[in-house]
């Protein structure tokens, strides 16, 4: 699922995108190339602090598994990107425990569709 991903801190900003929707994050990474902006979508982070991650976006849909830890992770691995989760609007429950655990930004997926475009800029 993953593509490979320049690390050199050099480069275009970057999108992270944590999904298993490889539909929907088509039409993210379109959105976030038209802004200038490259595109990585993964099951996680990377290993190691990338500078260049711009954004985070947390697909809760299918990884809702990383909402404990994904704050403090961004903050250790790319302190600079803006974090976004982002699920169903009937997924009540994974969209309070993603602001209880510090998301600042966190959308329906409707919400976020309408929003993408200025989100990523």
């Known amino acids: 699922m993953s593509e490979t991903v320049d690390e050199s801190p050099e480069g275009d900003p970057l999108v992270w995108m944590l999904s298993g929707d490889l539909m929907f994050s088509s039409r993210v990474k379109a959105t976030a190339q038209r802004n200038g902006l490259d595109f990585q979508i993964s099951g996680s982070l990377p290993p190691a602090p ?12 299918t990884r809702s598994g990383l909402i404990e830890t994904i704050s403090e992770n961004v ?24 602001r ?8 329906t997926n409707g919400q976020f569709d309408a929003q993408m475009a200025e989100l990523l800029r």
Do not use: M
């Not at 209880?100 to 959308?107: H, S």
């Open 50 to 61: 990338l500078t260049r991650i711009r954004y985070v976006i947390l697909d809760l849909s």
């Open 75 to 98: 903050q250790r691995l790319c302190p600079q990107a803006e974090l976004i989760a982002y699920g169903p609007h009937v997924h009540v429950g994974k969209l309070k425990a993603a």
């Open 100 to 107: 209880q655990a510090g998301i600042a930004r966190v959308l």
